[in-house]
């Protein structure tokens, strides 16, 4: 079953500027995590937001998080073109066992 | 630290033929998990393991998929017998325990012909 959707499906920007994907879920989660997959590779932890959190900043990644809306935001500031990738919502949750389960993915391409 | 390691990284074979995919977690990681990733999908969990045993295995097609985590440390996943919409990217990955950041191997790309 798919927990969280990303959206849009797919983003093109220009290097330099900012990118913004979202990711709604369904049901009630401890955590949210955002990954990112180049093309051919594993997965790389981006950032976990936890419940009882609102916002969480890594360098130049922001993410968001409103449990009320049950959605997220994950923006990419100054973006360049290595941050062009696929990049995943994935929500835990007790009620999933500590399991995480994806969404479908944003892909993103920096031209540059 | 060393990351989650994974062999073969490419896999051909043909229909009803068996394959297994390795995978060696992060030294310490409890919680070990394998995931099918479908080309334009995000990842599908197919069954994860608390040290040695089974925490979580109801998306694994159990008639044809088996996994097992030697002495609580490395995994295999073997397949018996591929189908062709087994083509897909199998992906390991490991944690310090449940509801923890979970990190990735490059992961198996398989293609059944």
């Known amino acids: 079953s798919q927990q969280g959707e990303e959206d849009p499906q797919a983003l093109s920007i220009q290097e330099g500027e900012n990118a913004t994907m979202n990711c709604s879920y369904k049901?009630?989660?401890?955590?949210l995590q955002w990954y990112r997959q180049n093309s051919g590779r594993g997965l790389v932890h981006l950032i976990l937001?936890?419940?009882?959190?609102r916002e969480k900043h890594s360098g130049r990644l922001r993410v968001t998080l409103d449990t009320s809306k049950k959605s997220s935001s994950l923006l990419i500031t100054a973006s360049r073109a290595a941050d062009t990738a696929s990049y995943f919502c994935?929500?835990?949750?007790?009620?999933?066992?500590?399991?995480?389960?994806f969404g479908q993915g944003t892909e993103l391409s920096v031209k540059p | 630290e060393a990351g989650v390691a994974q062999s073969p990284r490419y896999k051909i074979i043909e229909k009803r033929q068996s394959v297994a995919f390795w995978c060696n977690p992060i030294s310490g990681h409890a919680t070990l998990y394998w995931y099918q990733q479908i080309l334009g999908q995000g990842p599908k969990l197919l069954i994860q393991f608390q040290n040695n045993g089974v925490v979580d295995d109801s998306q694994l097609p159990k008639d044809r998929f088996s996994a097992e985590r030697l002495k609580g440390v490395d995994s295999t996943l073997k397949i018996q017998p591929a189908k062709l919409e087994d083509s897909a990217v199998y992906l390991c990955?490991?944690?310090?325990?449940?509801?923890?950041?979970?990190?990735f191997g490059p992961g198996t790309r398989l293609l059944v012909l």
């Open positions: 937001i936890r419940s009882n959190e």
């Open positions: 990955a490991s944690s310090w325990g449940r509801q923890e950041t979970q990190y």
């Open positions: 049901t009630s989660i401890n955590n």
């Open positions: 994935a929500t835990g949750s007790v009620y999933q066992g500590g399991k995480l389960i």
